[in-house]
């Protein structure tokens, strides 16, 4: 006979000295003794996972269609974790800015501070920077915590033609930002401020990108969408003369709000995700063209609405730390 099942799972051993007296004496003076069996080892554990971290550097718009909520919708959209640092409040809606609050520089410092030294950043955008002394916090954070993939919009002009940006500022930005950004990415009046001049047509958009790059910047992407014609080129100049066009049908909308906004934080986003420079602001142009285009029919607002950021979410990602 095989040996006794005891009730929790283990098998009863045999005495090894069985006394006299048959079975019932052996049951009845017999200590049980248990032996265990065997268990399969238990799984090793899992390395935690963690999602793409995308830091916003930036001004907050109350209308919700540019700046940091225009940011953290993208990084969502986009499949990311999105942070923020605000460098400015704006009084604004879809007719334009009524009034601008900035931050202090130190409490910018102590927000960057709070989710750096925590959470962690993959890939940062820069927006709004109103004011030199935030220029020069958003400088040191970048070469303190070493902060990877920074795309600068260098925002200086709203949509509404309202300018987000004091004129002693434009100076600092260059020289402080430009060689610390991967990429900058102005609109036509955002580049004619930096330049010095009017970018009159399609022709002259390398030029300009040329003159951008030689500011500083490791690589340019010119937007040329207020540009007129039936087709919407931008620019994209790397540093090593790599130079590339890329073009898409113009979409007829008044939702053009925070456009620019969109556009670098989707940049930011698929950085954060591992892409390279090329496929990354490739993939943000598909995603902006797609966002307009799904807003394009919506009406928000009296003026200028927002496009369309959740036209097509997809999960967080997660990643393996």
């Not at 790599?242 to 969109?262: E, V």
């Not at 943000?284 to 607002?301: F, H, N, P, Q, T």
């Amino acid at each position: 006979m095989g040996a006794a099942r005891a009730p929790n799972g283990y098998a009863a051993c045999p005495h090894p000295n069985p006394p006299p007296g048959g079975e019932g004496a052996r049951q009845a003076h017999s200590p049980i003794i248990f032996r265990m069996t065997q268990a399969a080892h238990p799984a090793a554990p899992q390395a935690p996972l963690r999602y793409a971290r995308v830091l916003s550097i930036a001004g907050s718009d109350s209308g919700g269609g540019a700046g940091i909520q225009a940011d953290l919708k993208t990084f969502a959209a986009l499949g990311c974790y999105g942070m923020t640092a605000i460098t400015a409040l704006t009084a604004q809606n879809t007719l334009g800015v009524s009034g601008i609050h900035g931050v202090p520089p130190a409490f910018l410092k102590a927000q960057i501070q709070a989710v750096v030294e925590d959470i962690g950043v993959d890939a940062v955008k820069l927006g709004m920077l109103h004011a030199p002394e935030v220029v020069e916090v958003v400088a040191w954070a970048i070469d303190h915590y070493r902060l990877p993939n920074v795309v600068l919009d260098p925002v200086m002009v709203a949509t509404s033609g309202d300018r987000l940006i004091a004129s002693e500022t434009v100076q600092v930005l260059v020289r402080e930002l430009f060689p610390r950004a991967v990429v900058v990415t102005p609109n036509l009046d955002e580049a004619a401020l930096l330049i010095g001049h009017a970018i009159d047509g399609v022709d002259a958009l390398d030029a300009a990108a040329d003159e951008l790059l030689a500011l500083g910047a490791k690589a340019v992407l010119l937007k040329g969408g207020h540009l007129p014609g039936d087709d919407v080129v931008d620019v994209l100049l790397q540093s090593d003369g790599t130079r590339k066009r890329l073009a898409s049908q113009r979409i007829a909308s008044r939702n053009l709000h925070g456009t620019g906004c969109t556009l670098s934080s989707a940049v930011a986003a698929h950085l954060a995700l591992g892409l390279g420079l090329p496929d990354a602001v490739e993939r943000a142009r598909a995603y902006v063209i797609g966002a307009m285009a799904a807003g394009a029919d919506v009406r928000v607002g009296a003026g200028h609405g927002p496009l369309n950021h959740g036209f097509a979410p997809v999960p967080t990602h997660r990643l393996p730390s």
